[in-house]
């Protein structure tokens, strides 16, 4: 026989009344305790030491700023680079992590509920506390028929559902929200910077390896250039025209450019298999992309002497990283003050329980439960008031972190226009002794031609000017690896995706 759900049988009048009432108190009284987070403000210098104060352009930069290099070798290792590292695949698992935690942290705001269900057999003691009630009506045969009706194994069945629900009255869930948020705004800044190292550093060993490659080719060419020189020596001796000094000198110039060849093959074996890491290949994997003869011209870089981008006030990720902490911290504060307050629980639960499995399903053996229970903090010896002064440590400590790591960035990126200008004012330099060793050099082909002097002085002046371009390769490296360095530091401009 069915029977019709009564609600005011379950939840009586008064007690429904009373549940109204706390259900408006406590939601009427919610509040947010803690400092709310202010983004920082952070501007620029005034002006940076290595630039003239004058300078008021700006050198233009594409919105990638890698292919001002002008060489697509580098883009594809970057992007081979970018999704394959073992640095960024950690980087983008802590983001996961912190993902999910967030999640998992939101998840503490909304009512639970669960369901159970139990058949047990069991058995009471015949010595128990049960026996208490058989002794108390009475002793002798009474007593012991009792006794044995309470120790029988028996069964029992049992099933429902319970139902709890916390209000957030003070924020405790919302600032453990906002502090599981920022950690994972962190987390992706975090990426972001751990792609911007493995992007910069591919540039920086790719430049070396190319440096190290023209300065091979050039030391081949000056070898050759010393060969011709000696054996015209070697001629010039056996024919008593010189005496065997000069000789001794030329073949000890040979044997120094042999020794290096040995020492720039080692270089470029080492750069090869640093680009091969950074890209989570094997060694020689990437031998054809990497091969001297692909390498590519250099392209005209930006004249910082101009000015400054404008794209240098956006902002790095560290500095968004430790901007991220810096808020987790504050939030941390709000979260450790809820817990000086009292809190509220909301708990209901419904369901059956019978020694009959026949009855089991019976309106009659219902149970159930509802109301609200009260947890109010009263004295732990100063230990929640201890956690609140130890978060407001920790975010004034992070807010000086922060303030170091602007600070810090800073001085990166004057040092870093510093070194790039200096290379950049070098390699005019080296640009303007190489057009004097060729015109010397033309000069003395010109003379030799004409009969007005030996081959000798037109070797002498080839090897030089093989050495003024062996340091004009050398600078270009340095001066590449310079400007990736400034890039590293004004943050790239560029943005990690979010993990998936």
Same mark, same amino acid.
């Given at each position: 026989?069915?029977?019709?759900?009564?609600?005011?049988?379950?939840?009586?009048?008064?007690?429904?009344?009373?549940?109204?009432?706390?259900?408006?108190?406590?939601?009427?009284?919610?509040?947010?305790?803690?400092?709310?987070?202010?983004?920082?403000?952070?501007? #620029?210098?005034?002006?940076?030491?290595?630039?003239?104060?004058?300078?008021?352009?700006?050198? #233009?930069?594409?919105?990638?700023?890698?292919?001002?290099?002008?060489?697509?070798?580098?883009?594809?290792?970057?992007?081979?680079?970018?999704?394959?590292?073992?640095?960024?695949?950690?980087?983008?698992?802590?983001?996961?992590?912190?993902?999910?935690?967030?999640?998992?942290?939101?998840?503490?705001?909304? #009512?639970?509920?669960?369901?159970?269900?139990?058949?047990?057999?069991?058995?009471?003691?015949?010595?128990?506390?049960?026996?208490?009630?058989? =002794?108390?009506?009475?002793?002798?045969?009474?007593?012991?028929?009792?006794?044995?009706?309470?120790?029988?194994?028996?069964?029992?069945?049992?099933?429902?559902?319970?139902?709890?629900?916390?209000?957030?009255?003070?924020?405790?869930?919302?600032?453990?929200?906002?502090?599981?948020?920022?950690?994972?705004?962190?987390?992706?800044?975090? /990426?972001?910077?751990?792609?911007?190292?493995?992007? !910069?550093?591919?540039?920086?060993?790719?430049?070396?390896?190319?440096?190290?490659?023209?300065?091979?080719?050039?030391?081949?060419?000056?070898?050759?250039?010393?060969?011709?020189?000696?054996?015209?020596?070697?001629?010039?001796?056996?024919?008593?025209?010189?005496?065997?000094?000069?000789?001794?000198?030329?073949?000890?110039?040979?044997?120094?450019?042999?020794?290096?060849?040995?020492?720039?093959?080692?270089?470029?074996?080492?750069?090869?298999?640093?680009?091969?890491?950074?890209?989570?290949?094997?060694?020689?994997?990437?031998?054809?992309?990497?091969?001297?003869?692909?390498?590519?011209?250099?392209?005209?870089?930006?004249?910082?002497?101009?000015?400054?981008?404008?794209?240098?006030?956006?902002?790095?990720?560290?500095?968004?990283?430790?901007?991220?902490?810096?808020?987790?911290?504050?939030?941390?504060?709000?979260?450790?003050?809820?817990?000086?307050?009292?809190?509220?629980?909301? =708990?209901?639960?419904?369901?059956?329980?019978?020694?009959?499995?026949?009855?089991?399903?019976?309106?009659?053996?219902?149970?159930?439960?509802?109301?609200?229970?009260?947890?109010?903090?009263?004295?732990?010896?100063?230990?929640?008031?201890?956690? @609140?002064?130890?978060?407001?440590?920790?975010?004034?400590?992070?807010? @000086?972190?922060?303030?170091?790591? @602007?600070?810090?960035?800073?001085?990166?990126?004057?040092?870093?226009?510093?070194?790039?200008?200096?290379?950049?004012?070098?390699?005019?330099?080296? !640009?303007?002794?190489?057009?004097?060793?060729?015109?010397?050099?033309? /000069?003395?082909?010109?003379?030799?031609?004409?009969?007005?002097?030996?081959?000798? #002085?037109?070797?002498?002046?080839?090897?030089?000017?093989?050495?003024?371009?062996?340091?004009?390769?050398?600078?270009?490296?340095?001066?590449?690896?310079?400007?990736?360095?400034?890039?590293?530091?004004?943050?790239?401009?560029?943005?990690?995706?979010?993990?998936?």
């Amino acid at each position: 026989m069915k029977r019709n759900l009564n609600v005011n049988r379950i939840f009586p009048r008064r007690a429904g009344l009373a549940l109204l009432l706390v259900l408006v108190l406590v939601l009427g009284g919610c509040a947010v305790v803690g400092p709310s987070f202010q983004p920082p403000v952070v501007a #620029p210098p005034a002006r940076w030491n290595a630039l003239p104060e004058r300078a008021t352009g700006a050198a #233009p930069l594409p919105a990638n700023r890698w292919t001002v290099f002008g060489d697509p070798v580098l883009l594809r290792l970057q992007a081979l680079a970018a999704p394959a590292n073992q640095d960024v695949k950690v980087a983008a698992l802590r983001l996961l992590q912190a993902r999910v935690n967030e999640a998992t942290v939101s998840a503490q705001g909304g #009512p639970r509920l669960d369901a159970h269900g139990a058949g047990l057999r069991q058995r009471q003691s015949e010595s128990g506390a049960a026996t208490r009630v058989a =002794g108390a009506l009475g002793g002798g045969a009474q007593q012991q028929q009792i006794v044995s009706v309470l120790s029988a194994p028996f069964s029992v069945y049992q099933a429902g559902f319970d139902a709890s629900w916390e209000p957030d009255l003070w924020g405790r869930v919302a600032r453990a929200e906002e502090a599981a948020r920022a950690d994972g705004d962190g987390q992706q800044a975090l /990426l972001r910077q751990v792609q911007l190292s493995v992007r !910069a550093e591919v540039a920086r060993q790719y430049f070396q390896l190319r440096a190290v490659q023209r300065q091979r080719q050039l030391v081949d060419a000056e070898l050759a250039v010393a060969l011709d020189v000696q054996q015209v020596i070697e001629a010039q001796w056996q024919g008593g025209l010189t005496d065997q000094s000069a000789l001794i000198k030329q073949r000890a110039l040979v044997a120094g450019l042999q020794a290096s060849l040995p020492a720039l093959d080692a270089q470029q074996a080492q750069a090869g298999n640093q680009i091969a890491m950074l890209c989570a290949a094997t060694p020689g994997a990437l031998h054809a992309e990497l091969a001297a003869e692909r390498a590519t011209s250099d392209a005209a870089l930006p004249d910082l002497r101009l000015g400054l981008p404008s794209e240098l006030v956006r902002q790095r990720p560290d500095l968004a990283a430790a901007e991220a902490s810096l808020h987790a911290a504050t939030a941390d504060i709000g979260l450790a003050m809820a817990d000086l307050y009292p809190r509220i629980t909301i =708990g209901a639960s419904f369901g059956a329980e019978s020694v009959d499995s026949g009855k089991f399903g019976d309106w009659g053996s219902r149970q159930w439960s509802l109301g609200p229970s009260l947890s109010i903090p009263l004295f732990d010896r100063g230990r929640r008031h201890s956690i @609140v002064t130890l978060r407001e440590l920790r975010q004034q400590q992070a807010a @000086v972190t922060y303030q170091q790591a @602007v600070l810090k960035a800073w001085h990166e990126v004057d040092d870093a226009i510093a070194n790039y200008l200096a290379e950049t004012q070098r390699g005019e330099q080296f !640009a303007r002794k190489i057009g004097l060793a060729e015109d010397q050099a033309q /000069l003395a082909r010109t003379r030799f031609a004409n009969g007005m002097s030996t081959w000798l #002085p037109v070797a002498n002046e080839e090897t030089a000017l093989l050495e003024a371009r062996r340091e004009l390769a050398d600078n270009r490296g340095r001066r590449n690896t310079a400007l990736a360095a400034l890039f590293k530091a004004l943050g790239d401009g560029g943005t990690a995706p979010d993990a998936e």
